[in-house]
């Protein structure tokens, strides 16, 4: 089993910067992360492939970067220009590479941005 912890989670103010961590107990292949306001469902937010493309929701397009370390164990997301509306619980993903079926999920770490 794959273990996630995200880090990296606070206040901000709008147009403000945050960096979320996110540390796998293992290698694996795609990563990325997701976001989940107060009410509404979770979402995907950005996405980084086992070849390193990186996708992104169009809201974040251009203020979000996901990046992450060459043994794909860390995995970043620099939050710029953030907006009252990004203000989640975020929380980051991984598919193993045992089992590409499988997507494991970390504990999420706090995102809000106050206008």
């Known amino acids: 089993q794959v273990q996630l912890v995200e880090s990296g989670g606070g206040l901000v103010q709008a147009g403000g910067s945050l960096r979320l961590s996110c540390v796998a107990s293992?290698?694996?292949?795609?990563m990325g992360w997701g976001r989940q306001a107060p009410g509404k469902q979770r979402e995907l937010v950005a996405t980084?492939?086992?070849?390193?493309?990186?996708i992104y929701q169009d809201s974040v397009k251009g203020r979000f970067t996901i990046s992450r370390d060459s043994a794909k164990i860390t995995m970043y997301l620099q939050m710029n220009s953030l907006k009252p509306e990004d203000t989640a619980a975020y929380y980051c993903?991984?598919?193993?590479?045992?089992?590409?079926?499988?997507?494991?999920w970390g504990q999420g770490t706090q995102v809000t941005v106050s206008s």
């Open positions: 993903y991984a598919q193993s590479t045992r089992d590409v079926s499988k997507i494991y």
């Open positions: 293992e290698s694996v292949l795609e």
């Open positions: 980084i492939t086992s070849d390193n493309r990186a």
